[in-house]
């Protein structure tokens, strides 16, 4: 599975009705750590599709999402399960990291 753009028209959807744990990357295109972490996140998405939904938002297209979760650097990752915040981390962390806050 690739790695979803979410939005807050599809937000309820694909987040909150998920059977499966969501991860969200709070990312925006003029961020270099955001830029770092990417390809990371990707990785992890492929290793764990099924297992895992993987979404990016971009807070600069997205500012309502980046502010319902307090979204103050970035990147930010957060880890949503049955619609609630179980794990979250701000920076570049590496894939080691990522899997443990699953």
């Known amino acids: ?8 028209e599809n ?4 987040v909150m009705q998920s059977d499966k744990p969501v991860l969200l990357d709070f990312w925006a295109g003029w961020c270099g750590p ?14 764990n599709a099924g297992g895992v939904k993987v979404g990016k ?8 999402l980046a502010s319902q979760f307090q ?21 570049v962390v590496p894939k080691e990291k990522i899997q443990a806050m699953i």
Do not use: H
């Open 1 to 8: 599975m690739s790695v979803i753009t979410i939005t807050k």
């Open 11 to 14: 937000f309820k959807q694909e």
């Open 34 to 47: 955001c830029r770092m972490l990417s390809p990371v996140v990707d990785a992890f998405a492929e290793e």
């Open 57 to 64: 938002v971009n807070v600069d297209e997205q500012r309502e």
């Open 71 to 91: 979204v103050m650097s970035i990147p930010t990752l957060v880890v949503m399960k049955n619609g609630k915040v179980t794990a979250r981390q701000v920076g």
